[in-house]
């Protein structure tokens, strides 16, 4: 009769170590639950990370160019380098000649409003614009202008072009350390006015023809989407799996609250 009480400790022993080979199923199952649970919620925190980085992005670099734009430096920029395209395409006629004196004074007084037909009854507001509005009124009785007065002027418009090429160049530098400042590409904020001398390119703000002021929502304009917009490094995944028990009970709390 010994051997039933033995037989009994060996049943308990193993329905013991059943029970526990059980638990510890289900402990794994439980720790492959919660960690396919925290790495689907980091998935999605992380994009929302991205998302709102990327928003934050292309509404700071949409201030920082509306800026840039507006600035007085710019817009100056801008009504030059269109009348000084005026100028040197004017043609060598009596109607080109008016419209290269015209262009010559609105590189000169570039926040004119007096158009080109006003210009040669237009009150002078500067004594260049009186000397060179008795020069369109004489092209107007079809007196032409010589070879070196040309010269001369669209030498003069030269010089203040390159003289308003170094303000911009200078007002540039500051908005692109800006730029650079906030992760945002300089290129995406000031825009090329002027024509670059190696590549030829062309400047990016349009300006309208009748106010002369930059026109947004054209080429590289305020409604323009930005490119290459900077991301934020993407926030380093956690290794759940090497993770203890009670680090993955602290990290499941976490998302699920408890």
């Known amino acids: 009769m010994p051997l039933i009480p033995e037989r009994s400790d060996g049943l308990l022993a193993l329905g013991a170590g059943l029970q526990g080979f059980l638990k510890g199923m289900n402990d794994m199952e439980d720790r492959k639950m919660k960690k396919m649970e925290l790495e689907s919620k980091f998935k999605v925190d992380q994009q929302e990370r991205e998302k709102k980085n990327v928003e934050q992005s292309f509404q700071r670099e949409n201030a920082l160019r509306d800026e840039w734009l507006k600035n007085g430096t710019t817009t100056r920029s801008q009504q030059i380098k269109e009348a000084h395209d005026r100028?040197?395409?004017?043609?060598?006629?009596?109607?080109?000649?008016?419209?290269?004196?015209?262009s010559l004074n609105k590189i000169m007084d570039p926040g004119s409003t007096v158009r080109e037909g006003e210009f040669a009854n237009a009150q002078a507001t500067t004594s260049a614009m009186g000397q060179l509005q008795s020069f369109y009124r004489k092209a107007m009785t079809g007196q032409r202008l010589t070879p070196e007065q040309r010269r001369d002027f669209m030498n003069t418009?030269?010089?203040?072009?390159?003289?308003?090429?170094?303000?911009?160049?200078?007002?540039?530098?500051?908005?692109?350390?800006?730029?650079?400042?906030y992760g945002i590409k300089p290129g995406n904020?000031?825009?090329?006015?002027?024509?670059?001398?190696?590549?030829?390119?062309?400047?990016?703000?349009?300006?309208?023809?009748?106010?002369?002021?930059?026109?947004?929502?054209g080429q590289g304009g305020l409604l323009a989407?930005?490119?290459?917009?900077?991301?934020?490094?993407?926030?380093?995944?956690?290794?759940?799996?090497?993770?203890?028990?009670e680090e993955l009970q602290r990290e499941y709390a976490k998302i699920s609250g408890k």
Do not use: H
Not at 158 to 181: C, K, P
Not at 191 to 209: C, M, R, W, Y
């Open 189 to 217: 904020v000031v825009l090329k006015i002027f024509e670059d001398p190696q590549t030829g390119e062309k400047k990016a703000v349009p300006v309208s023809a009748q106010t002369g002021q930059p026109v947004a929502g």
């Open 157 to 181: 418009a030269s010089q203040l072009l390159a003289a308003q090429r170094g303000n911009q160049n200078t007002f540039d530098r500051t908005y692109s350390g800006l730029a650079e400042g």
């Open 225 to 245: 989407k930005p490119k290459g917009l900077v991301k934020s490094a993407p926030t380093q995944s956690k290794d759940y799996e090497t993770m203890s028990d």
């Open 87 to 102: 100028l040197v395409s004017a043609p060598n006629t009596p109607a080109g000649d008016m419209s290269l004196i015209y």
